[in-house]
């Protein structure tokens, strides 16, 4: 069986709300995102929308088996259902990854230690440091 891993993060800081996910394909090919949110938001709501993020781009490249991987305890053991949701704003951003999960053949949730989601972390951090004019068309990088 062929496995993609996804790998996501978030930075909040004074210069914005950035998120980060890395896809990789079964082949090891690697497609890294990033993207600026554009509203306030919580870390757990930008590590939603990471995840989100990166999922949709499994969903394109058309991932059948994808393990997702993310250095949030909250979010990953929200959505592996091990702990129960306390944030109402995190509600419909569970509901939304488990309707893209149904896109999947299998798809499994995992924590990983920040030190050990560097990829991810090294993208947050490189679309902090970015400049966006909010009128451009922004794509992923």
């Not at 757990?44 to 088996?65: F, L, P």
Request: hydrophobic content about 40%.
């Amino acid at each position: 069986m062929y496995v993609a891993t996804l790998n996501f993060n978030e930075a909040l800081n004074a210069v914005g709300n950035r998120i980060g996910a890395v896809l990789v394909s079964p082949n090891r090919d690697h497609y890294p995102f990033t993207s600026k949110l554009d509203f306030d938001c919580t870390n757990n709501m930008a590590e939603y929308e990471a995840c989100i993020m990166g999922i949709r781009a499994a969903i394109e490249h058309k991932i059948k088996v994808l393990k997702v991987y993310g250095d949030s305890t909250s979010v990953i053991y929200q959505l592996k259902g091990e702990w129960e949701m306390r944030d109402p704003k995190l509600i419909n951003y569970r509901r939304l990854v488990l309707e893209l999960s149904e896109e999947f053949d299998d798809i499994t949730f995992w924590y990983l230690p920040r030190d050990e989601n560097q990829m991810a972390d090294a993208l947050t951090t490189l679309a902090s440091t970015i400049k966006v004019n909010k009128h451009e068309d922004v794509k992923p990088i």
